[in-house]
């Protein structure tokens, strides 16, 4: 068992920059694969970025390439998502999410594919 509480989130203008964090206990995170998602009022919970439980791989939504930095560090049992150049469509509840028994390199990019999920933090970006 993993529980999961992400923390960082808050109300930023268009342009900042958020840094959110997630905390682990439980079992060994460090071979857990990680991902982050958002879900917005009325929409479906989408995948953000996902990196393996080595954090060598990494994957990003095309809507945040470039501005989105998923990293974690195992010694910490900590994930992060570093959030730069934010917009107003950035908007919504945050979720970090954790799957055991992973390869060295594999991540997940659907919500069906994760086993803990976190309570979620909001973010709220104002134009």
């Known amino acids: 068992q993993v529980q999961l509480v992400e923390s960082g989130g808050g109300l930023v203008q268009a342009g900042g920059s958020l840094r959110l964090s997630c905390s682990a206990s439980?079992?060994?995170?460090?071979?857990?694969?990680m991902g982050w998602f958002h879900q917005a009022p009325g929409k479906e919970r989408d995948s953000v970025a996902a990196?393996?439980?080595?954090?060598?791989?990494?994957y990003y939504a095309d809507s945040v390439k470039g501005r989105f930095t998923i990293s974690r560090d195992n010694a910490k049992n900590t994930g992060y998502l570093q959030m730069n150049s934010l917009k107003p469509e950035d908007t919504a509840v945050y979720y970090c999410?954790?799957?055991?028994?992973?390869?060295?390199?594999?991540?997940?990019?659907?919500?069906?594919?994760?086993?803990?999920w976190g309570q979620g933090t909001q973010v709220t970006v104002s134009s």
């Open positions: 990196i393996s439980w080595s954090g060598d791989s990494t």
């Open positions: 439980g079992r060994t995170f460090s071979r857990y694969a």
């Open positions: 999410a954790a799957r055991g028994l992973t390869g060295y390199s594999d991540y997940y990019r659907s919500t069906e594919e994760y086993d803990y």
